[in-house]
């Protein structure tokens, strides 16, 4: 009865925090060792969810936990999503990981958080939604208003589409658009930005006004800063660089880079959203330190206004800091002032 007790225990903490509800129904609802369940994350989208298998025991549980999850009210689909390497390493037979029967899940879904509609594929990123971010991409909405946003690594446009909701200032171009009077989001990945593009619709936004490029945001950033581009605030939230601490070397030197740039394309007294998920870097405090040494690459002063990591569904043991992989800063980008 251990694991129904604990994931009973999950529901109840969701319940009591208010998910889902009427505006929010994409959530975590099992985080691991948060919810003293090592290895098993759950996340809600809607009447669907998806399972993030990282440990044995939920492998051989499979059944179980599949069945404690179908006896939630809402949830009628089940997608089941096993760390393969993750798993290996404990020694499973890739072979056992594969599903014995077709899943009938649908591989797309949509989904609403704090009224904002998104469409969501089941074969993108993580378990194909950034919920850890919900908080702070509402904050984001809170502080658009009139301004000319950037959203560098914008995925499926999660904060570019609570900028626009917030008031984002932002002018439709002609044949030679000036790319800082468009609310824009860079992005590598083709799929993402179909399902950006399809969340302007899904949210009856003008998709001449938010614009979604596909280019490495390396080459965009300097490109950026060729043209003398630059916004009221910049969102940089790239993939983790540091998934071990074997490489947190080199990946401080990549985060270092990458915000030194968006710095440089930050108006100065503007705002610096960036974020890491490589838990290598928040827990041993490499990424404040990687933040001054990119302000000092860029020449300019910065003072953290906020630090914030995920949403309170995000639940932490304490003796299991490393879950706390996704941490975010807000940096006010003032040249000339004194950081603090």
Known sequence: ??????????????????????????????????????????????????????????????????????????INHIHWRPSVEILKEEGMDAADLKELHPSTCPQRTKVIENGISYAISLEGQKTGFYADQRENRMFLSMISHGQ?????????????????????????????????????????????????????????????????????????????????????????????????????????????????????ITRRGGLLMTCSCSGAMTQSGTFLRTLQGAASMAERKITVLRQSGAGCDHPIDPSYPEEALHDDDDDDDDHGGDDF
């Open 1 to 74: 009865k251990l694991l129904e007790t604990r994931i009973n225990a999950a529901v109840e903490l969701r319940r009591g925090l208010g998910l889902p509800s009427a505006i929010t129904n994409a959530y975590r609802l099992v985080n691991s060792e948060g919810d003293r369940l090592s290895g098993l994350i759950v996340d809600v989208f809607g009447d669907l969810a998806v399972v993030a298998s990282s440990a044995a025991w939920v492998e051989k549980y499979k059944s179980k936990v599949k069945a404690c999850i179908s006896s939630i009210d809402e």
């Open 148 to 264: 000319r946003v950037l959203d560098v690594c914008c995925y499926s446009g999660g904060f570019a589409l609570n900028a626009a909701k917030g008031g984002a200032m932002s002018i439709t171009g002609t044949v030679n658009v000036i790319l800082s009077d468009i609310l824009l989001g860079v992005d590598t990945s083709l799929p993402a930005l179909e399902l950006a593009r399809e969340n302007i619709a899904l949210n009856n936004l003008d998709p001449e006004k938010t614009s979604f490029l596909r280019e490495d945001a390396t080459v965009f950033m300097k490109g950026a800063l060729s043209r003398n581009d630059s916004w009221d605030i910049v969102i940089l939230d790239p993939p983790k660089l540091a998934p071990t601490r074997k490489v947190l070397q080199s990946a401080s030197g990549m985060y270092r880079n990458l915000n030194s740039l968006a710095m440089k």
